[in-house]
């Protein structure tokens, strides 16, 4: 078994010497053995390959020459692997370029012969080309396209089950592996030719944009942390914006997190291809869960969407226990049984561990239902929750059209509040308090909630006044959730939602950056389960 | 409030009219130019003292020419340029420039919020940030090369794209071969033809080799420096190894480096003999990162010996075939390639200057600098320099630990 990592690899050569190419995946939660021997603000993905070889003892390893990451961890590994071999790859294909890469596979191939000992055949080579020679694309109607940085199959798999369209894969774990064999006087220079043909990913210097085709249903753009190539493509395509745009970045391993997840079903569901059965609920009580990270809360509807209870509580160390203690409570307020109750649908984080639900649907929808609901001219909802902050743009029918979520830390949510609380020795509920004259207008200049806490350590040791390091944080909240709202563009009115709309402070902080007041729900926190239960009760 | 601050505030308020902007970079360049020129700091030898000039012009010239200018990268062949006077303006000068002026995180924040990501080296961010705010006025011609660093490639594929500027790729293989320099120099020659219908003139072969004489004959001085470097204490702030990358790079070939590498030699000569602790850096050095400017900056204690990013060239180039010459250069580049050949050019280097300490200051989203981090650590053990890396941005500085890294870095120096 020989490991490789890029597309432009010859895998075939490798299977002609009748061995085994393995596509090497990065699946590490920990970079134990890969910190050791590499800097850990290297891009995760080659982190995470260096730590599969050293832990599974992978002895031999094929590399391309395609990014400052890759070609580094070459330098890492080349005293401790029993074989490894670097190709350079060039970024256009011109005839001298295919020369280029001819020679480089054929250097490779006399290394891997020797270290071997094994013969190459090229009449093997012929035969497994020839045999992928009429692998065609799967044709239909209605296409989204995966582009962007390599995703992770299990992802492409759970994007492929859950959506009605079909789904291409543009990103470098796509297996397009088609050869022209016309020209058999030189095999493997028409094969390394075939190879500098291949759909280009972003290091070369072909022009992308032909990959973009009107009739898709929309696009999922995937960028890896550290990956130079992808966010140029994403904000070009952002910014011509003619189709529905996802994007998500990760560090690679996170790339099937609860999360990205919810972003990606969010996404199917407003771009009207998610894979869902839809039926009328009948007349009754309709309940909405939202088992957030930080709190859960429950609110029960009628049918004719007067709400008739609802309850919060913090999520404890248990999801599933607080959704129970949660839809009891509000049971209770209602003084209702749970046989009085026609549908349910959960949503938020727990949303996947509540068995009595009936549906479950992102929070991201459900915040967009529930604040169209109490508002119907809101068209920017800005829900800042415990662990995650998001910003939804609404239709003027109250769709959901487009959303950003902060990335995986906790910068700018309401655990960073708690933990600066904390750390200052107050209550949240003193933190929460507005102070409008400002002696010292401080800037905190770490988003990082570590970095922050350090930072704010520093200006209390400074004897600084509390109600200016408290302006601001306040300020360093909204400051993150503005840069967010200007991802996808301003556009009144504005709802704010989410534990972090109770906070005057940073609610007055938004406010005075936008420039325009907020609409803030008479409790905040109960929004996204509100639209859990309107959908619940819609049936859609 | 101090007059940077007051300069900063103006810019930022003004940031929704580009225009303006423009004008007042334009009036902060003069106005350095004219402090530099008049108000002589006596601790500056005088071949420093020409290329701080020297320098802040090449930008104002650029900025104030954009349609005889080429937006380039550090390692651009800007030979062409010179020969057929046109000004380049390289990135990663303009953003050191725009973080001098403070206004870096304004621009890095631009470009974010336009969808660049925030792992992204920030130099890339600032230039992207002032483009798309149109401070930067178009110029005429982009020209990148793919080695080293990967944000070059996307970068100027997507400022030639929104501009509809043209833009060549001058791919550099990986590995030094035969063939590897014909596919370059090809492409050279494609560079030269592009330039001459851009911007409608010839370019004369005989300029070009003239160039390649003179930048022969300047790094024939910078190896006479490097002679000297081990023994002398010389540069008096970290921003002035940083300018020598102006000469060492992009305008390497102009008759003006080649008269500031005469008066480098004969100032050295004359300096001082080296006392107190030197330092060898790796790859960049902070010069905004306040730690690193109260322990280097006109310091008696420690001083700067030297960046191997000065010297990631010393050889000569092919006069007879500037185009394969200057191809050879290209891919020869110590930073090129696999980073042996890095690691080579930092232990000649290290044996000629002999310093006390070696420091890596890890550039926020360069990986092609923080993936070898481990490697010359190796290097350094194996010849007995003590080595220290530091994380954080040389242009970006809400980026930089200062707590944190004034720890280390005084621990570092105590243990020197």
């Given at each position: 078994?020989?490991?490789?990592?890029?597309?432009?690899?010859?895998?075939?050569?490798?299977?002609?010497?009748?061995?085994?190419?393995?596509?090497?995946?990065?699946?590490?939660?920990?970079?134990?053995?890969?910190?050791?021997?590499?800097?850990?603000?290297?891009?995760?993905?080659?982190?995470?390959?260096?730590?599969?070889?050293?832990?599974?003892?992978?002895?031999?390893?094929?590399?391309?020459?395609?990014?400052?990451?890759?070609?580094?961890?070459?330098?890492?590994?080349?005293?401790?692997?029993?074989?490894?071999?670097?190709?350079?790859?060039?970024?256009?294909?011109?005839?001298?370029?295919?020369?280029?890469?001819?020679?480089?596979?054929?250097?490779?191939?006399?290394?891997?012969?020797?270290?071997?000992?094994?013969?190459?055949?090229?009449?093997?080579?012929?035969?497994?080309?020839?045999?992928?020679?009429?692998?065609?694309?799967?044709?239909?109607?209605?296409?989204?396209?995966?582009?962007?940085?390599?995703?992770?199959?299990?992802?492409?798999?759970?994007?492929?089950?859950?959506?009605?369209?079909?789904?291409?894969?543009?990103?470098?774990?796509?297996?397009?592996?088609?050869?022209?064999?016309?020209?058999?006087?030189?095999?493997?220079?028409?094969?390394?030719?075939?190879?500098?043909?291949?759909?280009?990913?972003?290091?070369?210097?072909?022009?992308?944009?032909?990959?973009?085709?009107?009739?898709?249903?929309?696009?999922?753009?995937?960028?890896?942390?550290?990956?130079?190539?992808?966010?140029?493509?994403?904000?070009?395509?952002?910014?011509?914006?003619?189709?529905?745009?996802?994007?998500?970045?990760?560090?690679?391993?996170?790339?099937?997190?609860?999360?990205?997840?919810?972003?990606?079903?969010?996404?199917?569901?407003?771009?009207?291809?998610?894979?869902?059965?839809?039926?009328?609920?009948?007349?009754?009580?309709?309940?909405?869960?939202?088992?957030?990270?930080?709190?859960?809360?429950?609110?029960?509807?009628?049918?004719?969407?007067?709400?008739?209870?609802?309850?919060?509580?913090?999520?404890?160390?248990?999801?599933?226990?607080?959704?129970?203690?949660?839809?009891?409570?509000?049971?209770?307020?209602?003084?209702?049984?749970?046989?009085?109750?026609?549908?349910?649908?959960?949503?938020?984080?727990?949303?996947?561990?509540?068995?009595?639900?009936?549906?479950?649907?992102?929070?991201?929808?459900?915040?967009?239902?529930?604040?169209?609901?109490?508002?119907?001219?809101?068209?920017?909802?800005?829900?800042?929750?415990?662990?995650?902050?998001?910003?939804?743009?609404?239709?003027?029918?109250?769709?959901?059209?487009?959303?950003?979520?902060?990335?995986?830390?906790?910068?700018?949510?309401?655990?960073?509040?708690?933990?600066?609380?904390?750390?200052?020795?107050?209550?949240?509920?003193?933190?929460?308090?507005?102070?409008?004259?400002?002696?010292?207008?401080?800037?905190?200049?770490?988003?990082?909630?570590?970095?922050?806490?350090?930072?704010?350590?520093?200006?209390?040791?400074?004897?600084?006044?509390?109600?200016?390091?408290?302006?601001?944080?306040?300020?360093?909240?909204?400051?993150?959730?503005?840069?967010?709202?200007?991802?996808?563009?301003?556009?009144?009115?504005?709802?704010?939602?989410?534990?972090?709309?109770?906070?005057?402070?940073?609610?007055?902080?938004?406010?005075?950056?936008?420039?325009?007041?907020?609409?803030?729900?008479?409790?905040?926190?109960?929004?996204?389960?509100?639209?859990?239960?309107?959908?619940?009760?819609?049936?859609? | 409030?101090?007059?940077?601050?007051?300069?900063?505030?103006?810019?930022?308020?003004?940031?929704?009219?580009?225009?303006?902007?423009?004008?007042?970079?334009?009036?902060?360049?003069?106005?350095?130019?004219?402090?530099v020129?008049?108000?002589k700091d006596k601790r500056i030898p005088k071949s420093l003292h020409y290329l701080n000039?020297?320098?802040?012009?090449?930008?104002?010239?650029?900025?104030?020419?954009?349609?005889?200018?080429?937006?380039?990268?550090?390692?651009?062949?800007?030979?062409?340029?010179?020969?057929?006077?046109?000004?380049?303006?390289?990135?990663?000068?303009?953003?050191?420039?725009?973080?001098?002026?403070?206004?870096?995180?304004?621009?890095?924040?631009?470009?974010?919020?336009?969808?660049?990501?925030?792992?992204?080296?920030?130099?890339?961010?600032?230039?992207?940030?002032?483009?798309?705010?149109?401070?930067?006025?178009?110029?005429?011609?982009?020209?990148?090369?793919?080695?080293?660093?990967?944000?070059?490639?996307?970068?100027?594929?997507?400022?030639?794209?929104?501009?509809?500027?043209?833009?060549?790729?001058?791919?550099?293989?990986?590995?030094?071969?035969?063939?590897?320099?014909?596919?370059?120099?090809?492409?050279?020659?494609?560079?030269?033809?592009?330039?001459?219908?851009?911007?409608?003139?010839?370019?004369?072969?005989?300029?070009?080799?003239?160039?390649?004489?003179?930048?022969?004959?300047?790094?024939?001085?910078?190896?006479?420096?490097?002679?000297?470097a081990?023994?002398k204490r010389f540069i008096p702030t970290m921003t002035f190894e940083m300018y020598m990358?102006?000469?060492?790079?992009?305008?390497?070939?102009?008759?003006?480096?080649?008269?500031?590498?005469?008066?480098l030699?004969?100032d050295i000569?004359r300096a001082p003999?080296r006392s107190g602790?030197s330092i060898?850096?790796?790859?960049?050095l902070?010069i905004?990162?306040?730690?690193f400017k109260?322990y280097f900056n006109f310091s008696d204690k420690f001083h700067i010996a030297g960046?191997?990013?000065?010297?990631?060239?010393?050889?000569?180039?092919?006069?007879?075939?500037?185009?394969?010459?200057?191809?050879?250069?290209?891919?020869?580049?110590?930073?090129?390639?696999?980073?042996?050949?890095?690691?080579?050019?930092?232990?000649?280097?290290?044996?000629?200057?002999?310093?006390?300490?070696?420091?890596?200051?890890?550039?926020?989203?360069?990986?092609?600098?923080?993936?070898?981090?481990?490697?010359?650590?190796?290097?350094?053990?194996?010849?007995?320099?003590?080595?220290?890396?530091?994380?954080?941005?040389?242009?970006?500085?809400?980026?930089?630990?200062?707590?944190?890294?004034?720890?280390?870095?005084?621990?570092?120096?105590?243990?020197?």
């Open positions: 078994m020989i490991g490789y990592i890029c597309k432009y690899t010859p895998v075939e050569i490798i299977e002609a010497f009748g061995e085994e190419p393995v596509r090497l995946e990065s699946g590490y939660k920990s970079h134990e053995h890969a910190e050791a021997l590499i800097h850990s603000n290297m891009c995760s993905f080659a982190k995470g390959v260096l730590e599969n070889i050293i832990e599974n003892n992978i002895e031999e390893v094929i590399l391309t020459a395609c990014c400052d990451s890759i070609k580094r961890l070459y330098d890492v590994l080349k005293d401790k692997v029993k074989f490894i071999h670097i190709l350079d790859l060039p970024r256009k294909k011109d005839p001298l370029a295919i020369d280029l890469f001819y020679n480089e596979i054929i250097e490779f191939m006399e290394a891997y012969q020797a270290f071997k000992n094994k013969n190459f055949a090229e009449e093997n080579l012929l035969k497994i080309l020839e045999s992928k020679s009429f692998n065609k694309e799967k044709q239909s109607a209605e296409s989204i396209a995966i582009l962007g940085a390599r995703l992770k199959d299990d992802v492409i798999e759970k994007i492929i089950n859950s959506c009605t369209a079909n789904v291409i894969n543009f990103t470098c774990t796509a297996e397009e592996r088609v050869f022209n064999i016309e020209a058999k006087d030189n095999l493997l220079k028409s094969y390394a030719e075939s190879l500098l043909n291949l759909t280009p990913c972003m290091r070369m210097a072909e022009d992308r944009s032909k990959l973009i085709n009107k009739e898709l249903k929309g696009i999922i753009y995937n960028t890896i942390k550290f990956c130079d190539f992808y966010s140029y493509e994403y904000a070009e395509l952002k910014s011509k914006a003619d189709l529905p745009l996802l994007k998500i970045e990760t560090d690679y391993n996170d790339s099937n997190s609860g999360q990205i997840l919810t972003r990606i079903d969010a996404f199917l569901e407003s771009t009207g291809i998610k894979k869902m059965e839809k039926q009328r609920a009948k007349k009754g009580y309709f309940v909405g869960v939202d088992s957030g990270s930080t709190s859960t809360n429950v609110v029960i509807i009628d049918e004719n969407k007067n709400i008739i209870s609802y309850s919060i509580i913090p999520t404890g160390p248990k999801a599933l226990e607080s959704a129970f203690k949660a839809f009891e409570i509000a049971l209770n307020n209602a003084g209702l049984q749970e046989k009085d109750i026609t549908s349910i649908v959960a949503t938020g984080y727990g949303r996947v561990s509540i068995p009595f639900a009936d549906r479950i649907v992102t929070e991201i929808t459900c915040h967009g239902k529930g604040a169209f609901f109490i508002d119907n001219t809101v068209r920017t909802v800005i829900d800042i929750g415990g662990q995650d902050s998001k910003v939804i743009r609404l239709d003027d029918s109250g769709n959901v059209i487009d959303f950003v979520m902060n990335d995986k830390c906790s910068a700018g949510t309401g655990r960073f509040l708690e933990v600066m609380a904390r750390t200052l020795g107050i209550s949240i509920e003193e933190m929460a308090k507005v102070h409008k004259e400002v002696k010292e207008n401080i800037t905190i200049t770490s988003m990082c909630t570590v970095f922050a806490e350090s930072e704010v350590i520093s200006l209390i040791a400074q004897n600084k006044d509390q109600r200016d390091i408290i302006h601001a944080l306040n300020k360093a909240v909204a400051s993150k959730a503005v840069s967010l709202v200007d991802r996808i563009g301003r556009k009144g009115k504005y709802m704010m939602t989410g534990g972090v709309a109770k906070n005057q402070g940073v609610v007055y902080a938004i406010e005075s950056r936008l420039g325009e007041k907020l609409i803030i729900p008479f409790e905040p926190q109960i929004i996204g389960a509100l639209g859990a239960a309107l959908i619940s009760l819609e049936g859609k | 409030m101090d007059t940077v601050k007051i300069y900063t505030n103006i810019i930022k308020d003004n940031m929704d009219r580009p225009e303006k902007v423009d004008k007042l970079i334009n009036f902060g360049l003069t106005s350095a130019y004219y402090y020129s008049f108000f000039k020297y320098s802040i012009k090449s930008i104002k010239d650029s900025l104030a020419n954009p349609q005889n200018s080429a937006w380039v990268n550090l390692f651009a062949p800007s030979e062409f340029l010179i020969a057929m006077d046109i000004k380049p303006l390289f990135i990663e000068a303009y953003s050191s420039f725009m973080s001098g002026f403070f206004i870096e995180d304004y621009l890095v924040d631009t470009a974010e919020s336009r969808g660049m990501s925030n792992t992204l080296c920030s130099y890339h961010k600032t230039f992207i940030g002032a483009s798309e705010l149109n401070i930067l006025k178009k110029p005429k011609f982009m020209m990148t090369t793919s080695m080293i660093c990967d944000a070059n490639i996307p970068t100027f594929k997507y400022l030639s794209k929104k501009h509809g500027v043209p833009l060549y790729i001058i791919d550099i293989p990986y590995k030094y071969s035969k063939d590897a320099v014909v596919y370059v120099k090809k492409q050279l020659l494609e560079v030269a033809e592009k330039l001459e219908e851009v911007f409608n003139r010839k370019l004369d072969t005989d300029k070009l080799r003239e160039v390649v004489k003179t930048e022969n004959k300047t790094r024939a001085l910078m190896r006479e420096y490097l002679n000297y081990g023994e990358l102006f000469a060492s790079h992009v305008f390497i070939g102009s008759k003006e480096v080649l008269h500031f590498y005469e008066m030699v004969e000569k003999e602790k060898f850096f790796i790859h960049l902070p905004f990162e306040k730690n109260d960046s191997d990013l000065n010297y990631d060239f010393v050889d000569e180039i092919d006069e007879n075939d500037p185009f394969k010459g200057i191809a050879e250069k290209l891919i020869l580049n110590s930073f090129n390639g696999e980073i042996n050949r890095k690691v080579a050019r930092i232990k000649e280097l290290i044996e000629k200057i002999k310093p006390d300490g070696i420091i890596q200051f890890c550039h926020l989203g360069c990986k092609q600098s923080m993936g070898g981090t481990f490697i010359i650590k190796n290097l350094a053990s194996e010849v007995g320099i003590p080595f220290l890396y530091l994380d954080g941005d040389c242009v970006d500085k809400r980026n930089n630990q200062e707590g944190q890294n004034r720890t280390r870095l005084e621990a570092f120096l105590e243990m020197l």
